[in-house]
């Protein structure tokens, strides 16, 4: 068991969420995200993604901070540390098992890190399902809209699909569960 695996987020602490990939991963995870901040709603909550996304997390009501980072090259990977630190972030979090997480939660000096890494989850303090499901929080629930979408995402989207024939398919790639 780890030593922080159960600790609970204190009113106003920073909690970052991050999630790198495509972005059926990121939305999965902003889903995620949202379920953690209805479980704690004074917390303040961050979404870390890449430049891409960036609109799209920005645009949710839950989210209050959005940082852009990069897992590669090392150089960018230390910037995203550094942007980390610069945020004063109380708690980090990911579903994602690569190595990098906890690598850059561990070199971003956060002290409470909730990871699910294959590899380093020696540098986590706790998992982030074990902690989830400790506090109620069903990392699979969808039973509650969590995306938004704005005037004017909703009008860019109306531009995109009015060429398309009258019978349409969307879907969203990468997301895998």
């Given at each position: 068991m780890f030593v922080h695996e159960y600790a609970k987020p204190k009113d106003g602490d920073r909690f970052l969420w991050v999630r790198f990939g495509a972005l059926g991963d990121a939305l999965q995870d902003l889903a995620n995200a949202f379920l953690v901040k209805r479980r704690f709603p004074h917390i303040k909550m961050s979404f870390m993604t890449t430049s891409q996304y960036v609109d799209i997390i920005q645009s949710q009501p839950f989210i209050e901070n959005v940082i852009c980072g990069q897992k590669r090259p090392h150089s960018l990977f230390w910037?995203?540390?550094?942007?980390?630190?610069?945020?004063?972030?109380?708690?980090?979090?990911?579903?994602?098992?690569?190595?990098?997480?906890?690598?850059?939660?561990?070199?971003?000096?956060?002290?409470?890190?909730?990871?699910?890494?294959?590899?380093?989850?020696?540098?986590?303090?706790?998992?982030?399902?074990?902690?989830?499901?400790?506090?109620g929080i069903d990392l699979y629930d969808r039973s509650e809209p969590f995306l938004m979408a704005t005037g004017e995402s909703l009008c860019f989207a109306k531009e995109l699909l009015v060429s398309l024939p009258e019978k349409k398919i969307f879907t969203v790639i990468g997301a895998s569960s």
């Amino acid at each position: 068991m780890f030593v922080h695996e159960y600790a609970k987020p204190k009113d106003g602490d920073r909690f970052l969420w991050v999630r790198f990939g495509a972005l059926g991963d990121a939305l999965q995870d902003l889903a995620n995200a949202f379920l953690v901040k209805r479980r704690f709603p004074h917390i303040k909550m961050s979404f870390m993604t890449t430049s891409q996304y960036v609109d799209i997390i920005q645009s949710q009501p839950f989210i209050e901070n959005v940082i852009c980072g990069q897992k590669r090259p090392h150089s960018l990977f230390w910037q995203t540390v550094s942007n980390i630190k610069n945020a004063e972030i109380d708690w980090i979090c990911s579903t994602y098992q690569g190595g990098h997480m906890p690598l850059l939660a561990a070199a971003s000096m956060v002290k409470n890190r909730l990871g699910n890494s294959r590899y380093f989850s020696f540098l986590d303090t706790g998992n982030v399902y074990s902690w989830c499901n400790a506090f109620g929080i069903d990392l699979y629930d969808r039973s509650e809209p969590f995306l938004m979408a704005t005037g004017e995402s909703l009008c860019f989207a109306k531009e995109l699909l009015v060429s398309l024939p009258e019978k349409k398919i969307f879907t969203v790639i990468g997301a895998s569960s």
